[in-house]
């Protein structure tokens, strides 16, 4: 079965301050792991994922995230975070051979960047 | 990528009544999912949606509390049915993008059921 930890319920980081958010997962085979924020009363947006190729993964509003196999993980991560970027961040996971190709998220974890 | 315009995005609704939502994609998708989410909370998948076939429901949903339509590859619609203050909660749904492995959201439905 397919699985996300995010063991982060909320992560507190003064603006200008490099910010990481953790997750790890547990998949059967290989897997798509994907990052989501979502502000207030929104929807989800998507940041970025990881199918395969370069561990290392850019996505949207200057964030990035490593793939790591042999830990499982793939954690967030900004060189400096701004106070807009205060908001609930998810994890997903996706196993690449799941019949359904059904996202399975993480608990969520919650931003707050300070000035 | 795929841009998914969803309605209502909030609704009060009376116990016992029902509430369809709509989501509809910008171009065609093979896989729709429907999540539901508490405020704050994480998303827990309700049913996959796709076109042509009977949706497919997670442990803990039925198709008699919440049926699904998919008649097209841009359209879908989650029904959530004989209402109770329990179903307040925020519902989205989801396209997966068949090129590019992406999956997109509607911008939610805020339900309360008084």
């Known amino acids: 079965a397919q699985s996300v930890a995010q063991p982060e319920d909320q992560v507190n980081v003064a603006e200008g301050n490099p910010l990481t958010v953790k997750c790890t997962y547990s998949?059967?085979?290989?897997?798509?792991l994907f990052w989501y924020v979502q502000y207030p009363n929104r929807g989800l947006q998507f940041l970025l994922k990881y199918i395969t190729g370069d561990n290392l993964v850019k996505g949207s509003y200057g964030f990035e995230a490593e793939f790591n196999k042999s830990q499982t993980s793939f954690h967030l991560k900004k060189p400096s975070a701004l106070v807009s970027d205060s908001a609930l961040y998810f994890c997903a996971v996706r196993a690449s051979n799941t019949g359904f190709q059904k996202l399975v998220f993480g608990t969520g974890t919650r931003l707050l960047v300070s000035p | 990528s795929a841009v998914i315009s969803q309605k209502p995005s909030r609704d009060i609704c009376q116990r016992g009544t029902s509430l369809t939502i709509q989501c509809q994609v910008d171009s065609q998708v093979t896989m729709m999912f429907w999540y539901r989410q508490q405020p704050g909370q994480s998303l827990t998948l309700i049913a996959t949606a796709n076109q042509g076939s009977e949706a497919t429901y997670e442990s803990g949903f039925v198709i008699d509390k919440f049926p699904i339509s998919r008649p097209n590859l841009t359209f879908s619609t989650l029904t959530v049915s004989n209402m109770s203050p329990e179903d307040s909660s925020i519902y989205l749904c989801?396209?997966?993008?068949?090129?590019?492995?992406?999956?997109?959201f509607g911008s939610g439905t805020r339900l309360t059921v008084v």
């Open positions: 989801s396209a997966r993008q068949d090129t590019n492995y992406g999956y997109t």
């Open positions: 998949v059967s085979g290989n897997p798509y």
